[in-house]
């Protein structure tokens, strides 16, 4: 856990970059600092790890007063992962993991054991513990240098802009890696960002910060969308927030719908129609354990099994109990236009239509207004 | 002229002032490089830290290298109170020589080492000395290499000037030879000087290219 009690950061030539801050960062969380450049994300984080100072205020980690700890020792328990990486360039990728454990004594064998176990952690192959930074990609670089914050296990990690340097494919990666991590590791976790999307996305808090270093909002991701404290907030967060927000409604009061459907061997499963003879309507094919294979389109005729050939790929599948934001994607991504529904299992339960989750979001707006 | 040549390198004594003063001008040369490098890396350092310390530190090294190296042969034994002739005054000269020539590239080199490199070393819990060794020293060593290399042809050619105070060195072959009008000893101390800045070079490279294998990996970036 990490609080700010207070916390005020003035520099020398008078700005003011964090203004009376205070707030709780849960432990196991990941928090999410977010707002425009120059309101004080990255003086609030490094005041976590003593690279800056406060001007007044506490900050505690853990219960205790960082002022307490040698800042040395400190950042040793504390990962720290920055937009360049701010690799080593002149040590190879291993020794770059193997940093701290090595600072903090651990024997050059021992650490160089860890930081392998590590590389594998965060999806790269061992081989690369060899190179030197300048021979990785970027997107390749941030995750070493996730590794390295990593290494000693420190139980809280701080994450400035980490994935803002690799373009936007990569990124969604790494930050699904990372949501993927903190599911086994369940750190304390700072990320900083200026981008609500990546905030949204990977936050489980999101504190937002306006100019002057003051906290603007500080909530569950579904609740700044849905109920911005502020034009500030609501503005930052964007126009197309009803579409963000669809992460966070449920789907639930959806009438799933139905649809002819066969199995792989030419069965007929359902619907209005033999099975060797294509129907006036989309046929969705099974699998033995009522997977979906993909779409069979209107007028298809085909005799006993229906052939890999014949099949349209279906789209993203939406699984039951998620966000509706799923059930939208599925929707417009489905060849039929009709987004499959599945179990927990991925076994296929019903058909949802676009329109169904439009008239929803329509629905729940009414009855917020 | 090949002939002088021969009949000045065929005698043993002849042979023996050759290596003693090659051996001589090494040592004269090299000592004050290592001792000078050592001296400029506090030095940079601070220049680097503080900028309000640069001006004075660039200052002084500026002024100390427009001082005539002779007449500085001449000024330090008065200072040091040793002897006119004492080899010291040379290995003193040129330590100051190459402190105040190599005070710039260090700082430069440090400068030149990424700012979010060093602050992520002191995120990783790194303390101030220990940074510096093991992180902005070895990454300075490809600017830095630069420096040492001028200073080393430098120190080599100013340690012939000590000759004219007698200090050896493969000088004291040019001043016997303009005292005889005999040219051998003079062409052989030329020849040498420059095979010995030569081959001290080629030696500072190998060592940059040792001690920097990262530049060598072919990088993408
Ligand atoms: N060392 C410093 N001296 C003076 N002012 C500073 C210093 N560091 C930061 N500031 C100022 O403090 C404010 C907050 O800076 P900070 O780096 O925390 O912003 P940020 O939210 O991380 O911005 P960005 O998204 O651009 O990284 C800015 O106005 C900045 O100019
Ligand atoms: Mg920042």
Known sequence: MIEFQAVTKRFDDGTTAVDNLDMVVEAGTITVFVGPSGCGKTTSLRMVNRMIEPTSGTVLVDGEDIRKSNPALLRRRIGYVIQQAGLFPHRTVLDNVATVPLLSGWTRRKARARAAELLETVGLDAAMGKRYPSQLSGGQQQRVGVARALAADPPVLLMDEPFSAVDPVVREGLQDELLRLQADLDKTIVFVTHDIDEAVRIGEKVAVFRKGGVLAQYAAPAELLSNPADDFVSSFVGKDRGYRGLSFLQADGIQLGGVSTMGLHGEHLSGERPSTVGGPDWTLVLDDDGRPRGWLPPGVVIQGEPAEEDLRPGGSLYTEGTALRGALDAALSSPSGLGVVVDDAGRYTGVVTAQQVIDLIEERRKDAA | ?221
């Open chain 2, 1 to 221: 002229m090949f002939d002088d040549l021969s009949r000045y390198l065929s005698s043993t004594s002849n042979q023996e002032l050759v290596l003693t003063q090659l051996l001589q001008h090494i040592y004269l040369s090299l000592l004050p490089l290592v001792i000078g490098l050592a001296l400029a890396i506090p030095l940079g350092w601070l220049a680097h830290r503080y900028r309000a310390a640069s001006g004075v530190v660039f200052g002084v090294s500026n002024a100390v290298y427009t001082v005539p190296s002779l007449a500085l042969f001449v000024v330090i034994p008065v200072v040091l109170g040793t002897q006119i002739l004492d080899s010291l005054n040379v290995v003193v000269a040129l330590t100051i020589y190459t402190t105040a020539l190599l005070v710039r590239p260090v700082c430069d080199a440090l400068d030149a080492v990424p700012f979010h490199v060093v602050a992520a070393a002191t995120a990783m819990g790194y303390r101030p000395v220990r940074r510096f060794v093991t992180v902005e020293l070895p990454l300075s060593v490809p600017v830095l290499s630069a420096g040492v290399r001028v200073a080393s042809v430098s120190n080599i050619s100013l340690v012939s000037v000590g000759a004219l105070i007698g200090t050896g060195g493969l000088g004291v072959l040019f001043t016997s030879g303009f005292q005889i009008s005999y040219t051998a000893p003079i062409i052989v101390g030329i020849v040498l000087t420059l095979v010995l800045a030569l081959v001290v070079d080629l030696i500072l490279v190998g060592l940059r290219r040792a001690l920097t294998p990262w530049l060598r990996a072919g990088g993408t970036t």
